[in-house]
């Protein structure tokens, strides 16, 4: 997000006159939505946790690797455990990032995040099956597909066989943020979609569209309801609507996935 943070100051000191920015959420969708400032997120170098609203995070458990590998990134088990399961793994792909956090609200329901940052990927294996929904989804965008930032996860929450698989390329979300559309889908029929979001207010109340690029991202339903936005301003601020709270804690789980992603992207 180099790009990003360089249309943040020059956005910032020469249109706004603000020192701080919030995401500008209008209009009657946005009624009664709950804006949670992030608390604890820290550099990607120490040891990090995040607080919001009734949302807390587990410590995030991030590691590095470098280099081309066939298949690649996070399982559980042994591949000779009958227990093994494939989470999130790429096929050509540069793997620049993986972390794992877990979450929980305050009732005590909770979910696991396992995700992967920054990868210059073609093709990439959602679970044990290749023809997942995510799977299908990415081959809908098109062949030879390709992108030099793209974030993907695999999401459980409760129980494990309630997972959920969000595609988004950073990529292209700033470069064309009126156009782009990434997906959070659990099936075919089952999903939501994740799109750009550049309209921005000052802490004087001023509004304004960033000049080009993204300052957070908007999560709509299949039916097209805006239910969950987060900032990528500052430190981070995540916005939810009062739904169900296992719709609640998924989108809370995608935001925080999307924020916790390295500021140098």
Not at 17 to 38: C, D, H, K, N
Request: proline share 3%; aromatic share 12%.
């Amino acid at each position: 997000m180099k790009l990003f943070t360089l249309l943040i100051g020059i956005f910032s000191g020469q249109l706004l006159f603000a020192q701080s920015m919030t995401l500008a959420l209008e209009g009657p969708e946005w009624e009664g939505i709950g804006e949670y400032p992030v608390k604890g997120k820290k550099g990607i170098f120490s040891k990090e946790s995040m607080t919001f609203g009734q949302f807390s995070t587990m410590e995030v458990d991030r590691s590095w690797t470098k280099g081309w590998e066939s298949t690649s990134g996070l399982t559980i088990g042994t591949p000779t455990d009958e227990f093994y399961e494939k989470v999130v793994t790429t096929d050509r792909s540069h793997k620049k990032q993986t972390y794992y956090f877990a979450m929980s609200d305050s009732s005590g329901l909770y979910s696991k995040a396992f995700c992967l940052t920054q990868a210059d990927a073609k093709d990439f294996n959602i679970g044990n099956s290749d023809v997942s929904a995510l799977n299908l989804m990415l081959d809908l965008i098109g062949p030879g597909m390709k992108s030099s930032n793209v974030f993907i996860s695999r999401f459980f929450v409760g129980t494990a066989d309630n997972a959920w698989n969000l595609f988004f390329d950073n990529q292209a979300a700033q470069m064309k943020p009126k156009e782009y559309i990434g997906y959070l889908a659990q099936d075919n029929d089952t999903y939501y979609t994740i799109r750009p979001y550049s309209k921005v207010k000052s802490a004087k109340g001023k509004t304004g569209n960033m000049p080009f690029g993204a300052a957070g991202f908007v999560i709509h339903n299949k039916a097209g309801e805006a239910l969950a936005a987060v900032s990528l301003i500052d430190n981070g601020v995540i916005y939810l609507k009062d739904t169900d709270p296992k719709e609640r804690l998924l989108l809370a789980t995608a935001c925080a996935g999307l924020l916790l992603q390295p500021s140098d992207l």
